[in-house]
């Protein structure tokens, strides 16, 4: 019996897909069709698969082509399962003309004739919905904004808007932008959803004015630096019927997430203590991050980081929190935070001027995970034991600069109508941002 192999991901299964399947089954007597699974499309930068993978299995299971149905996991599987079910011949699209000649060693490999004129992109984009974006803000992280953007589906960035109708001007004709607005109202009357990357102080008004004029909104981290206008705006945003979020990408990385929802299920105890660290040595100290007079110092730069573990896993209702900070001219370059709780103790470390170890370390009564600097952009953890032979690391791709997944969340809630997102509910940022409040009003503080 001659055994074919096929893989693909067979998203809204079309023509070119049953052809496929049909030449393959041709070229032998067996048919196994590998799907990919979700995680796997998303570990290889496909982020727009509109069916999940038993939607896909069965797809392809109602061709009534494949023999077998498999479910393709990881890089390099496909040796594997062709020793695994002694396979005669791999089988793909000429798309992949030459891409998988390293088979070859383990059995024969075709490149069938791909059908023209149809692909899942194609079909993709035919039913995706558009949602019109404005950027507000030309700075660092809006420079790398626009690139990420590309890799979500349903993203059409029109235009930008900053205080400086020049450096709009740049942006827009660096990254191909169709208008640079001379006023925020005129960006606002044309898009759908807003990202706002300006300085801190600017959220409020800004987020403010364009949640009441039913735009939806990404903004920046911090939101603001206030309790009661975190929780006016999320108020705002919910009588509107407009999603927004935070831009906290930590929150989106789907190790970090990964790693959360783990520690959720038990896999090191209950959550005795949290550390979380990070810091960035800034030289210059004409920068904005150094001026009093514009919400500058390391609380307010990073402090939502260390706090999204904190109460991803333990909750918003901490009952103490003081700050040890070291202050250069009204800002703070270093602020150690601990935080108490009836069950845990937690504490994180935020320097500009001060450099800490930037890990973040989860201690529980059976274990604890840890995550090397720079934990903020998770690839990498690992899960310790006493017995060291129950150590387990865990490794994740991080693609490119990290903001488009939460550029694909923000374009989910929205499209999906959903008003907050699991992975950083409003009490939360609320939280985070009661934290900067009385970071702001010095309760609990010591300076070193
Ligand atoms: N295929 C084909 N003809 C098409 C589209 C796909 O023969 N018009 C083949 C591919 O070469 C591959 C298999 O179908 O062997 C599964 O491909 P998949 O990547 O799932 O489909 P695409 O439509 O190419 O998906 P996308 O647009 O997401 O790349």
């Known amino acids: 019996m001659k055994k074919v192999i096929t893989y693909g991901t067979y998203d809204l299964l079309h023509q070119g897909h049953i052809n496929l399947l049909r030449r393959a089954k041709e070229l032998g007597d067996y048919l196994i069709v590998g799907v990919t699974n979700d995680n796997f499309d998303r570990e290889r930068g496909k982020l727009n698969v509109c069916n999940n993978v038993l939607e896909r299995v069965e797809a392809v299971r109602s ?52 059908t023209e004129g149809i692909s899942s992109t194609m079909l993709r984009d035919e039913q995706q919905q558009v949602v019109k974006v404005g950027i507000v803000g030309c700075g660092l992280i809006a420079q790398r904004f626009v690139p990420e953007a590309s890799f979500v589906g349903g993203v059409q960035i029109i235009g930008v808007y900053d205080i400086e109708t020049k450096v709009g001007e740049v942006f827009a004709s660096h990254h191909k932008l169709e208008h640079t607005y001379t006023s925020y109202e005129s960006l606002l009357k044309d898009v759908d959803a807003v990202y706002i990357a300006t300085p801190h102080l600017s959220h409020y008004e800004l987020t403010k004015q364009a949640l009441l004029a039913k735009k939806h909104v990404l903004c920046e981290i911090p939101l603001v630096l206030e309790e009661p ?179 694909q969340e923000w374009m989910l809630c929205i499209l999906n109508r959903r008003f907050s997102s699991a992975r950083l509910r409003p009490h939360e940022s609320i939280a985070m941002a009661g934290v900067m409040q009385q970071f702001t009003e010095r309760k609990n503080f010591m300076e070193i």
């Not at 061709?63 to 594997?80: C, N, P, R, S, W």
């Not at 906290?248 to 990385?253: L, S, W």
Request: hydrophobic share 40%; proline share 3%.
């Open 229 to 407: 206008q975190a929780r006016e705006l999320y108020d705002i945003a919910e009588k509107q019927g407009v999603v927004l979020m935070e831009a906290n990408k930590t929150a989106h990385c789907p190790a970090f997430n990964h790693l959360m929802v783990m520690i959720k299920s038990g896999v090191i105890g209950e959550v005795v203590d949290i550390e979380a660290s990070l810091s960035r040595l800034l030289p210059d100290r004409t920068r904005r991050e150094f001026d009093a007079t514009q919400a500058g110092g390391s609380m307010y730069e990073s402090a939502v980081y260390p706090l999204l573990p904190i109460f991803r896993l333990l909750g918003t209702d901490y009952k103490d929190l003081s700050f040890y900070s070291r202050m250069e001219n009204g800002v703070d370059v270093y602020t150690k935070g601990v935080m108490y709780y009836p069950t845990a103790v937690c504490s994180f470390k935020l320097g500009l001027g001060v450099k800490t170890e930037g890990n973040l370390v989860i201690s529980g009564t059976k274990g604890y995970a840890i995550v090397e600097a720079p934990w903020w952009k998770t690839d990498y953890f690992e899960l310790r034991y006493e017995d060291l032979n129950q150590n387990k690391k865990f490794f994740y791709k991080w693609d490119g600069e990290g903001l488009r997944y939460e550029i």
């Open 63 to 114: 061709t009534g082509l494949a023999d077998q149905i498999i479910i393709e996991d990881y890089f390099g599987q496909k040796i594997d399962d062709i020793q695994k079910y002694e396979v005669d011949i791999f089988a793909i699209g000429s798309d992949w003309e030459g891409k998988f000649d390293y088979l070859k060693e383990f059995c024969e490999v075709v490149y069938l004739p791909r």
